[in-house]
């Protein structure tokens, strides 16, 4: 079993950034993929971000394209998020997720771990 938690976020201002990170434990394997999601109150979850297992392939979701990088350190069994520029649309829960199979997806159902997820919060 693998577990993930999320901390970073928070309340900024429009304009601002934020680094989010993922902390992996567990029967963790660091050539899987990990990707980033987000859910807003009444919307689906969204993919924003993925990265492959050695960090060298990223995909990022048409709306946080240019703003938003993410990276990974496996020897930490980290993956961070960095977002700049923020905008009020990107308030939502922010989650990581870890997928079983070598590829790198970028829908929820092929991810098979989750974190509790992260609140931010952008004013405008």
């Known amino acids: 079993q693998v577990q993930l938690e999320e901390s970073g976020g928070g309340l900024v201002q429009a304009g601002d950034s934020l680094r989010l990170s993922c902390a992996a434990s567990?029967?963790?394997?660091?050539?899987?993929?990990v990707g980033w999601f987000r859910q807003a109150p009444g919307k689906e979850r969204e993919f924003v971000a993925a990265v492959s297992w050695s960090g060298s392939s990223t995909y990022y979701g048409d709306s946080v394209k240019g703003r938003f990088t993410i990276s990974r350190d496996n020897a930490k069994k980290m993956v961070y998020l960095q977002m700049n520029s923020l905008k009020s649309e990107d308030t939502a829960v922010y989650y990581c997720?870890?997928?079983?199979?070598?590829?790198?997806?970028?829908?929820?159902?092929?991810?098979?771990?989750w974190g509790q997820g992260t609140q931010v919060t952008v004013s405008s």
């Open positions: 567990g029967r963790t394997n660091s050539r899987n993929a």
């Open positions: 997720a870890t997928t079983n199979t070598l590829m790198v997806p970028t829908i929820p159902r092929d991810y098979d771990y």
